[in-house]
């Protein structure tokens, strides 16, 4: 069974840049494709971006291309998603999560479709 954990959340102006991670404490996360979804106060959960494992091939929800930027080191058992040019609509409590197989799906914003899921951690943009 795999345990992930999330950290690196915080508080931030808009404009600026926060970097989670999401390490596997217990089992591998290797052979799996991983995601990142998030969920703000009243709304539901939101796929955010997706990498496979494999081939490192990566997805994004429209809202964040060309802000966030997803990565895995398969070595160290670790995910990433460096978040640049924060705005007010990124405010959500972010979750990290394993995919059902390598290669994320084709409907990887489905947050069904992932398990293992961290506690979460909390972005704030605010002015």
């Known amino acids: 069974q795999v345990r992930l954990v999330e950290s690196g959340g915080g508080s931030v102006q808009p404009g600026g840049s926060l970097r989670l991670s999401c390490a596997a404490s217990v089992g591998h996360l290797d052979y799996h494709a991983a995601g990142w979804f998030r969920q703000a106060p009243g709304k539901e959960r939101e796929g955010v971006s997706c990498i496979s494992s494999f081939d490192g091939s990566t997805h994004y929800v429209d809202s964040v291309k060309g802000r966030f930027t997803i990565s895995r080191d398969n070595a160290k058992n670790t995910m990433s998603l460096q978040m640049d040019n924060l705005k007010h609509e990124d405010t959500a409590v972010y979750y990290c999560?394993?995919?059902?197989?390598?290669?994320?799906?084709?409907?990887?914003?489905?947050?069904?479709?992932?398990?293992?899921w961290g506690q979460g951690s909390q972005v704030a943009v605010a002015s």
């Open positions: 999560a394993k995919g059902p197989f390598g290669r994320c799906p084709s409907d990887y914003n489905n947050y069904l479709r992932f398990h293992n």
